[in-house]
């Protein structure tokens, strides 16, 4: 069939998986700022209630979050303890934001094509204060942030704001993610056609996440696969 709009993921999808070892010492850089322990701040910067709760909004800031984790410690961070914890997360988010090689090509030929894109993004409030000044904004239709919307995958509701924001059905969709999240059954079971992209260099961080090695669905290697693949029948 047709479709209208391609949705894409952001982190593991339009720019590399983000590695284990690099996310930790950004952390570990955070909590020196504000003098609490290492693997104290880490525990509660990964706790899934905060995830959930940075990344649906709960914590207005960045900064909130972390004099939340100060608080939790009994630390009373130094004068510009936040803000350096601040400035080390936008750093760390900011160098993330760099496009796999074919990204650009290939989101540049989907819209010559007549496609709209449209991003869907877990993520806390940096992203989308970053957003404008990536490659990325002058390629896409709409930018859904979960930090914004207050909504994470795979709520259904989020997939079809995603598709709505460019006037297009979920049906009229095809979505392009790494698997987190159950991202994919979730895009799946408000009709779009889900891809998984599963680069060779990157296989040991996808395909570790549950449930993403057995992906029945399509899968790519490459953004650069995906005009093709989305080409009529």
Do not use: H
């Not at 609490?36 to 525990?43: H, L, Q």
């Not at 909504?151 to 460019?166: G, M, N, Q, T, W």
């Not at 490459?222 to 693949?229: K, Q």
């Amino acid at each position: 069939m047709a479709y209208e709009a391609v949705v894409f993921d952001l982190f593991g999808t339009i720019v590399p998986s983000v590695r284990e070892p690099a996310y930790r010492r950004s952390m570990t850089s955070m909590a020196g700022a504000v003098g609490v322990a290492p693997d104290d701040f880490i525990r509660l910067w990964t706790r899934e209630d905060v995830v959930t709760r940075r990344a649906t909004g709960g914590f207005a800031t960045i900064a909130d979050n972390v004099c939340w984790i100060c608080g939790q410690v009994g630390v009373k961070p130094g004068r510009n303890g936040v803000s350096g914890a601040v400035a080390v997360r936008r750093e760390f988010t900011r160098g993330l934001l760099v496009p796999r090689p074919d990204a650009v090509a290939a989101l540049a030929a989907m819209r010559v094509s007549g496609l709209s894109t449209v991003l869907m993004s877990v993520c806390s409030e940096e992203v989308p204060q970053l957003w404008p000044a990536t490659p990325f904004a002058a390629l896409f239709d709409a930018a859904l942030f979960s930090c914004v919307e207050g909504l994470l995958k795979p709520d259904a509701e989020f997939y079809e704001r995603s598709a709505a924001a460019v006037g297009a059905s979920p049906e009229e969709c095809v979505y392009v993610g790494d698997g987190a999240r159950r991202e994919l059954q979730g895009a799946s079971d408000v009709g779009m056609r889900a891809v998984l992209i599963c680069p060779p260099d990157e296989e040991d961080v996808i395909l570790a996440r549950g449930g993403v090695a057995a992906w029945p669905g399509l899968r790519v290697e490459s953004l650069s696969e995906l005009p093709a693949l989305l080409e009529p029948d």
